[in-house]
């Protein structure tokens, strides 16, 4: 099997440890079911496309894991009837193949619910505008459905950034004052506590991946 993963010279540093995990889970059950995973590395610093098919078939690979990227991938340079392929992200369309993915709506939802029965009535939302729309949105759609379908939670607009910038984040924090913040970037913390929040004492943040934790 080989397991493909995109050289982005735009992917965050953090990405790599998600991915590593990724590939872990996949040699772990290729080799309980007899098989070897093989990683190969396309596009910057990496074989191209076309290369990449060549070395498939002359190696009789069959099996094709696609590792998240995170611009569009493209890799219909391939020649899909020789291979059978699974994605694992959102969304795939060159070509259209079936992907296999964390549920990252319903993991949001459940967070909220989780951190209302904690007692946080104003959670706030901090995210890179890319990690949003990379998964069709489905941050910020569970973000704003659980708020408005729970008259005990209050609505606090969330902060979306081309950039994480902490003079930015300040500002929406002390105007908008969550009680909770829920994202990536645990620079956060620091950012909050600047403005006097005590974490967790008076205040909490909530880490939408674990491998992203700096």
């Known amino acids: 099997l080989a397991a493909v993963d995109f050289n982005e010279p735009s992917r965050p540093d953090h990405a790599a440890r998600y991915h590593k995990e990724l590939l872990t889970g996949a040699e772990t059950r290729a080799a309980e079911l007899g098989f070897k995973v093989e990683r190969f590395a396309v ?92 998964l069709q949105f489905r941050w910020s759609a569970a973000f704003r459905g659980f708020q408005e379908n729970h008259a005990a939670v209050r609505k606090v607009p969330p902060l979306m950034v081309d950039r994480y910038d902490r003079e930015e984040f300040i500002r929406w924090f002390k105007r908008q004052q969550p009680d909770v913040v829920i994202g990536h970037n645990t620079d956060a913390i620091e950012w909050m506590e600047s403005c006097g929040a005590e974490v967790p004492r008076t205040h909490g943040f909530f880490c939408l991946n674990a491998q992203h934790k700096t």
Request: aromatic residues 8%.
């Open 43 to 134: 596009g910057h610093a990496g074989v191209s496309v076309q290369r990449l098919d060549s070395i498939l078939q002359s190696r009789g690979i069959h099996g094709v894991i696609l590792l998240p990227a995170w611009d569009e991938p493209d890799l219909s340079n391939l020649d899909w009837t020789q291979f059978a392929g699974i994605y694992t992200d959102y969304i795939i369309e060159r070509p259209a193949l079936h992907t296999v993915c964390p549920d990252h709506y319903r993991s949001l939802l459940s967070a909220l619910q989780r951190l209302a029965g904690l007692g946080y009535r104003r959670p706030g939302l901090f995210l890179h505008q890319h990690q949003d729309e990379r």
